[in-house]
T-cell receptor, first 114, second 115 residues
């Protein structure tokens, strides 16, 4: 079955702009988590959605937001982009509440902020 | 808060040798410990995981051991092959968020297997 699909794979933005990233989870998976990966900070948890509700949130500013749709697809948005937002943004899905921490990651969306 | 430390940051071995990567976690209430492999241009891939009620788990050439008393867990790869070359991450669940997608990750180990 298809894995986790993230679009776009690469994008370049300038400071002050906003960006929206999309994630389609594995069919049947209801939980979607987002992570930011940078060389300096490693993998950091952004937020998690389950059945269209945000269940967890990491320590990121309010410029980072997300949502989940009824078909479990998820989007994350970063507003007023800063240079430090350049990173690989990873989406992961998991099958159910009991195995919500068993994550399958997508290939990521690489964001470059100039 | 919860913290996971991973060592070494880089590891180079000859093909056929074993590789061991170690992680230490800070909160004794963590109960789920996965290991991920990330190849260039790809997302992390779950390769093995262990829960706190088990001391060891093995899957072909890969094994993970957990020492709850010392709060550390290790990844063991035997008979390494060039295709094992990648970055490996350990992670731990966060107490209070155990059945969620919120994990805390180690900083990663770049494993190079020389033919």
């Amino acid at each position: 079955k298809a894995g986790v699909t993230q679009t776009p794979r690469y994008l370049i933005k300038t400071r002050g702009q906003q960006v929206t990233l999309s994630c389609s989870p594995i069919s049947g998976h209801r939980s979607v988590s987002w992570y930011q990966q940078t060389p300096g900070q490693g993998l950091q948890f952004l937020f998690e959605y389950f059945s269209e509700t945000q269940r967890n949130k990491g320590n990121f500013p309010g410029r980072f937001s997300g949502r989940q749709f009824s078909n479990s697809r998820s989007e994350m948005n970063v507003s007023t982009l800063e240079l430090g937002d350049s990173a690989l943004y990873l989406c992961a899905s998991s099958p159910d509440r009991e195995r919500a921490n068993v994550l399958t990651f997508g290939a990521g969306s690489r964001l470059t902020v100039l | 808060g919860e913290n996971v430390e991973q060592h070494p940051s880089t590891l180079s071995v000859q093909e056929g040798d074993s590789a061991v990567i170690k992680c230490t976690y800070s909160d004794s209430a963590s109960n789920y410990f996965p290991w991920y492999k990330q190849e260039l241009g790809k997302g992390p891939q779950l390769i093995i995981d262990i829960r706190s009620n088990v001391g060891e788990k093995k899957d072909q050439r890969i094994a993970v051991t957990l020492n709850k008393t010392a709060k550390h867990f290790s990844l063991h790869i035997t008979e390494t092959q060039p295709e094992d070359s990648a970055v490996y991450f350990c992670a731990a669940s966060i107490p209070g968020s155990s059945n969620t997608g919120k994990l805390i990750f180690g900083q990663g180990t770049t494993l190079q297997v020389k033919p």
